[in-house]
């Protein structure tokens, strides 16, 4: 979480830091703030977003070649204008922001403070500057060897940057388990915790690797070290970003656009891995580890959030299609439980992001005790793709929006291909079978623009619920894992709370809530087991619930049991989640404007969630 940017040039860098900040907004809006070195470093910052910040400097000194901003997502200390970052060291001669959590921050500033240093803020990142600071003034180090001595003492993750009036044309960056990459422009370098600020000035990027750090120079070749002092090379990568993808484009807001950019996005994520002539699927990360994946004895899928429920279809679609085990573990459990997977087992880590805390420890843990670690991830050149052994990317393009809509329907068409892949070279699907599905898989952006077309009746239906207080969202087989992420898109944006069930749970307790207040969106598509799903609708009316069903084009039973029917399309079961997901997204975007909330940026929530 937070965001963290940098720029040192010739440039002026406050509209570069804002711009960025405003790029990178998604990661947290609690607060934000910038430091500017001209001199003295000038440091403004504010509780609220970004636009308070610019709001706040109006008429202040901004001028500098040479600075640093930060988004915040609250960790240690309130969101108010003192926790803010940049924080200063007590001279006020270093700046830093930081994104991530100094864990054993408690005990040095004990430490610190018993030496007579003197704290302004709440903050773990306070602690931090100060501890490099104390360390530099008496240990009659330079500030690059004070940072490492700090860094080697400090237990918890951390991408920050510094500013120092001593170094007035440098900029020092570390990181350990948060993102940063620098961007080399001619002259002139930029950072942040993404590339998305960096991609309208240049392409050409490096990663920063943990435990490293950076040591930008005006004018200089980029220098990269580790905390222990070793020299680094650095690895230019290319950026492939269109930037158009970080603006809105006319929608309201990102979230819409990102529901609507998904007859695309699936395409994306076919697009190049299907070949219809000879009836196969590759997956070019799978290639390298084929006879691991053939042989594996178990396949483990490891994620958070949104990309959990895509995983949950994922055990669905392989078990189905492979006949390999497939498990399914938050990655919050399943770093901490001492789990039994060895070589024989794979593990499959699922993120948008790639930067998920709890996802990256899982796959670490998985890795350590031998299982081939695989990721499904959005961003290209994240952690996570860069810590797993392989992986595929989704090719959506970026989610900006904090609720994740079109990262879900990438991921399901991917773990799709896989699935049909890895049943094709075991032996488990017909070339008859394969062929359908891919005929059918292909067909389902059209299916999905066709969907998108009740946009305006999901939006009156949308009016009736605006102040519903609770809703339950239940579906069977492939769609339990919808009505699960039917209820998180719904809650994560309008706080209204909501629960989504296998129906036929419901009879063991969720359906006490039932009565006519209580709106139940049901998925009841065409499947093998539609006619349970009807009676579970009957459970819900006979005791009043007001049923929202989404039903086969055509339905006839379901539909006419419901109160409110919205139509779709018919598919093939295993591939409905792709399709029964889109009016769910539509109707939770609705509801949450007509409730008037903050769509792309709920509270409390960031979009990338670096700490665990
Ligand atoms: O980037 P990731 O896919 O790893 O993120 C996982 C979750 O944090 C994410 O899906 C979150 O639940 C979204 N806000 C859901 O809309």
Redesign the pocket.
């Known amino acids: 979480m937070c965001g963290i940017v940098g720029y040192i040039g010739s440039k002026e860098a406050y509209p570069i830091l804002i711009n960025g900040l405003k790029r990178l907004e998604y990661r947290g809006y609690d607060s934000a703030g910038i430091a500017l070195l001209n001199g003295d470093i000038n440091l403004y910052k504010t509780k609220g977003k970004v636009a308070d910040l610019e709001a706040y400097v109006v008429g202040k000194n901004i001028k500098g070649t040479i600075g640093i901003g930060h988004t915040r997502w609250a960790t240690h200390g309130e969101p108010n204008d003192v926790n803010a970052h940049p924080h200063f060291s007590e001279s006020k001669n270093l700046a830093v922001i930081h994104n991530g959590i100094i864990e054993n921050y408690d005990v040095i500033k004990e430490k610190l403070k018993n030496d007579g240093v003197h704290f302004r803020s709440n903050t773990d990142t306070e602690v931090l500057i100060q501890l490099i600071e104390y360390i530099y003034k008496h240990e009659n180090v330079d500030l690059i060897k004070a940072i490492q001595l700090a860094l080697g003492q400090v237990i918890g993750a951390y991408s920050i940057v510094i500013l120092s009036k001593d170094n007035p044309n440098t900029i020092i960056a570390a990181r350990k388990g948060s993102p940063l990459v620098v961007g080399i422009g001619k002259d002139e370098y930029f950072l942040a915790s993404d590339a998305s600020p960096i991609v309208e000035h240049t392409r050409d990027v490096v990663y920063i690797n943990d435990e490293e750090i950076a040591i930008i120079r005006k004018g200089e070749e980029l220098v990269l070290k580790t905390i222990k002092n070793q020299k680094k090379t650095p690895f230019i990568e290319k950026l492939e970003m269109d930037l158009n993808a970080l603006e809105k484009e006319g929608y309201d807001h990102f979230m819409l656009k990102e529901i609507f950019e998904q007859p695309r996005s699936i395409r994306d994520s076919i697009r190049g891995r299907v070949n219809l002539k000879k009836d196969t699927i590759t997956m070019s990360g799978i290639i390298d580890f084929e006879e691991r994946f053939l042989n594996a004895r178990r396949i483990i899928f490891t994620?958070?959030?949104?990309?959990?429920?895509a995983a949950l279809v994922g055990e669905y679609i392989i078990e189905e299609l492979v006949k390999i085990p497939v498990e399914v573990e938050y990655a919050s459990e399943f770093r901490y439980r001492n789990p039994i997977i060895d070589d024989k087992d794979i593990l499959i880590a699922?993120?948008?992001?790639?930067?998920?805390a709890d996802?990256l420890a899982a796959m670490r843990l998985a890795k350590e005790k031998g299982a081939l670690v695989y990721s499904i991830c959005?961003?290209v050149g994240s952690t996570?793709a860069r810590t797993s052994h392989a992986g595929s990317y989704t090719h959506a393009g970026p989610e900006i929006g904090?609720?994740?809509?079109k990262?879900?329907t990438s991921?399901v068409t991917v773990i799709f291909l896989i699935a049909l892949m890895l049943a094709q070279k075991k032996g488990k699907i017909s070339n008859e079978k394969l062929r359908k599905l891919i005929i059918e898989l292909e067909k389902i952006p059209s299916v999905v623009e066709e969907i998108l077309q009740l946009n305006d009746q999901i939006k009156e239906l949308a009016r009736i619920f605006t102040y519903a207080r609770n809703f339950l969202y239940l579906g069977r087989g492939y769609n339990f894992p919808v009505a699960l992420e039917g209820a998180?898109?719904l809650k994560?944006i309008s706080y209204i709370h909501a629960e989504g069930y296998p129906a036929a749970e419901m009879k063991h307790g969720p359906i006490a809530l039932i009565d006519k207040k209580m709106p139940v969106v049901v998925i009841a598509v065409d499947s093998l087991i539609y006619e349970k799903i009807v009676s579970n609708i009957q459970e819900i009316k006979a005791r009043k619930g007001k049923v929202i069903a989404v039903v086969t084009k055509g339905d006839k039973t379901a539909a006419a049991l419901a109160d409110y029917v919205l139509e779709i399309p018919p598919t093939e079961e295993i591939l409905s989640p792709l399709v029964s997901v889109i009016p769910l997204q539509l109707l939770s975007y609705h509801i949450a404007v007509m409730r008037d909330c903050e769509i792309d940026q709920?509270r409390n929530?960031a979009?990338?969630?670096t700490v665990e």
């Open positions: 994620a958070a959030g949104t990309s959990w429920h699922i993120s948008q992001s790639g930067e998920t996802t959005n961003v996570i904090v609720a994740s809509t990262a879900f991921q998180l898109k994560e709920p929530l979009k990338s969630v």
